[in-house]
């Protein structure tokens, strides 16, 4: 499923008005530095997730639509797998979330998250879908992707996207630093993230 359409969500991606940005209902902006926002959710899986419950680990949000040409980018080149890979091996805790609400572009049931999941090879924690928006709205997400990372102490330290650069292509990720990763490096290394706040960029969350 996820393969075949593939090219018709490239061609989309030449449509602007089908990304534009829209005024969304979301919380003002979470400062870096601030505590994450305890949420609980059940996951594709039926498993209680509870962020309060990763005290003690670095934990990624990453907010996706499988529908979305900058998801699409990420995923049809494997480097959201790869970045997932890389920091789970190391004991990051990374979450899934679609936040895409019922007859909206991305929305889907558990059973075809775990589809999507098992074709792209997925390396998330957990997925959890979001289909009212609760927890997207808390946390401010505004596009697929866009990511927060959380540290072991339960800190906000790092919201944004997920590299720097904006542009659809896939080709694109070859040059393009993993904003992402470099945080995480900084946290392992017990340093400051260097860049703790970044424009998120892609398509708007279909709340």
Known sequence: MYK???LFILALAAIPLAFSWVSLPVRASMEVGEAAPNFEAIDIHGNTFKLEDQKGKIVVLEWTNHLCPFVNKHYSTHNMQDAQKTATDNGVVWVSIVSSAPGKQGHVTPEEAMEIEKEVDAHATTRILDATGEIGKLYGAKTT??????????????KGAIDDNPSPNPESVKTAKN?????????????????????????????
């Open 145 to 158: 992707p866009h990511m927060f990372v959380i540290s072991a102490e339960g800190n906000v330290v790092y």
């Open 179 to 207: 904003l992402v990763l470099a945080a995480l490096d900084d946290l392992a290394n017990s340093r400051a993230v260097e860049v703790p706040r970044t424009a998120p960029y892609g398509c708007s969350v279909k709340y």
């Open 4 to 6: 075949n359409i593939v």
